[in-house]
């Protein structure tokens, strides 16, 4: 059985930082795409990150350089390093399994998600 759990969230100044964590159990890191998707009010789902079992990564442009996603296959935990965080930033962070590749950040592309968690950047 998947099982993914975001947590981590909180409120930030703009320009500093946070680190979300997804706790994963029935996957195996090895062989899917993980990713990092967010979602503020009124919009879509949109991408931020993927990781594949190689550890080759994909960013969305508005996130490349300030943000991070890395795996601990020891303990099948994703993270999500988020540095120089701006106010549009803010939206709810879900960590979701894909695929057995990373093509695109795509949400269609992704089959289980967790539950969600907040972040909120005030300027």
């Known amino acids: 059985q998947v099982r993914l759990m975001e947590s981590g969230g909180g409120s930030v100044e703009a320009g500093g930082s946070l680190r979300v964590s997804c706790a994963v159990s029935?996957?195996?890191?090895?062989?899917?795409?993980m990713g990092w998707f967010r979602q503020a009010p009124g919009k879509e789902r949109e991408g931020v990150a993927t990781?594949?079992?190689?550890?080759?990564?994909l960013y969305s442009a508005s996130v490349k350089g300030r943000f991070t996603v890395s795996e601990d296959k020891t303990k099948n935990i994703l993270y999500l390093q988020m540095n120089m965080l701006k106010p549009e930033d803010t939206a709810e962070y879900y960590c979701?399994?894909?695929?057995?590749?990373?093509?695109?950040?795509?949400?269609?592309?992704?089959?289980?998600w967790g539950q969600g968690t907040q972040v909120t950047v005030s300027a």
């Open positions: 979701g399994r894909g695929g057995h590749y990373c093509w695109l950040i795509r949400a269609s592309d992704f089959t289980y």
């Open positions: 029935g996957v195996n890191f090895d062989r899917y795409c």
């Open positions: 990781i594949n079992g190689d550890g080759i990564t």
